[in-house]
């Protein structure tokens, strides 16, 4: 690696795997929350619809202490997730990766949502008219049907996870090695005399790592329609 | 054999019909759209959930309000083929034939692929996704995934509504040879009096969610008070007939049936065959003398027996000429011709009229 030095390789790095977990993580809650919202009518529906929004209206900062009061080293979870397994979350970099993808649920959620609304209901009924059990058929018609949105939301999500600063600076401090992602370095850069040029580097390879998400998610997205229709 | 019974309030009226389908026949559920037929089969299949009553299908209860019984759509094993063919877009048209195959270790297999794609001629398109195909094409391969469901049942919804009348003819047949050769009771929805003669043993005519009348298609067509129902333009009566000649010279083949032989032009077959021909009230006419010199072929003896009178300038009279047969002629004809019950007339069919399209040829013999 010619073009970084080992820091900026470590920050690299660092960033996708909190990105990458970040989005895996909070994958199957998405499609499940996207299927309650979009085909299920119970009580609650609307406080579970204004929940999985709040990351996309409240500013990121609450988020981070709102994490920082659960998953915490004296906060609800976290304390007894420390007491029974010695897992600590709060200051690593899986907290970073918890602040991401909470961030990024919602995104991922409407784009899964809006692929479900668009999914033709009358083909999961003649799937069960073919004797197709529910798990059948959300694994071979709903699931391969709405897949273009469930790509394309975690592409959303994961480039939503690379730019994750507030509510991971709250959460996680800024911690170089362990907390430390892409927006985060910047912003330390920024703040130290002499630093524009480091900072500067950063935000272009910041630059190119969401424009390429969104490009891939675009490839993805015209592939699938080609095989589709 | 399926026995329904249900009632389910709908916006626009409340669905009340109860009916009976035997293994191995067609049943025409017919009527105009928003009479309740959907429903109907629609609650058969488990897709809507009625208010009341019961399904059973060969002592299977598959809905039973008092029990609090609804078998889920999934575990009734019946075959449905949709108004569209709603076939997956994902997967190969072998794919999606395949789709409903039950595992061989868990159930018998009936009817097989090779069975499927022979019987609805499908081996060049097992390659093909369902958006390649033609409106036919997708329809005949949603009968064929119906069917390799091995279904107990099949329902079908008025498969040719969103097919090309032109092509329509091209799958009548297809699901003709499918009836005949697999001997599970069928119901054919349809508004299309072709469709129901050429199809169906029974027929259960629906109108404003009531049954209106139920029995062979013969006795149901031929009742002159359901007009409002069959639609008056199309009515008339439906003749069971065998095949007894055919006259190479002039194109004309010759059906016997109980009230002699209807000629009817460019029709073939073997000796023996049952047809089933819809003759159109409007084409019959009477004579009071026997008619010289006159083009048409078909002409019977008979007495009326029956007079249907309304508003209209049109009447319709039941002539018994060994079958009961519909006509259609003015009121003033009526008036003059000073026709009543028990008059005795010379009826005539015009052959061309006979088209055919309203011939069906029916495999099974007639009973």
Known sequence: MEFFSPVEYEIFLLSLRVAFWGVICSLPFAILVALLLARYSFPGKFILNTIVHMPLVVPPVVIGYLLLLIFGNNGVLGRWLFEVFQISIAFTWKGAALAASVMAFPLMVRAIRLSLDLLDIELEEAAATLGAGPFK??????????????????????????????????????????????PLAMFKYIQTPGGDFQALRLMTLSVILAVGALIISELVERKLKARNL | MLSVEIKKALETLTLDVKFEVNAGTVTALFGKSGAGKTTTVHSIAGLIKPDDGEITLNNKVLFNHHLRTNLPVYRRKIGFVFQSARLFPHMTVKKNLLFGLPRPNKIHIKITLDMVTKLLDLSSLLDRR??????????????????????????????????DLHLRAEILPFIQKIVAEVQIPVIYVTHSIEEAIYLADNMVLISEGQILQEGSVEAVMNRLDLYPVTGRYDSGTVISAQFLNYDKGFDIGELKFPGGILKVPGLNGKIGDNFRAHVKARDVSVSLKKPKDVSILNLFNGKIIDIRIDNSPQVDILIDIGIPLIARITRKSLSELQLTKGTKLFTMVKAVAIDKKSIGHIQNSIT
């Open chain 1, 137 to 182: 058929k959300f694994i071979s018609v709903t699931l391969p049907l709405i897949l273009p949105g469930i790509i394309v939301g975690t592409l959303l999500g994961f480039a939503r996870s690379l730019g994750e600063f507030g509510a991971t600076i709250t959460f996680v401090s800024n911690i170089p090695g362990e907390t430390q992602t892409l």
């Open chain 2, 130 to 163: 369902p958006q390649t195909l033609s409106g036919g094409e997708r329809q005949r391969v949603s009968i064929g995934r119906a069917l390799l469901s091995q279904p107990d049942l099949l329902l079908m919804d008025e498969p040719l509504s969103s097919i």
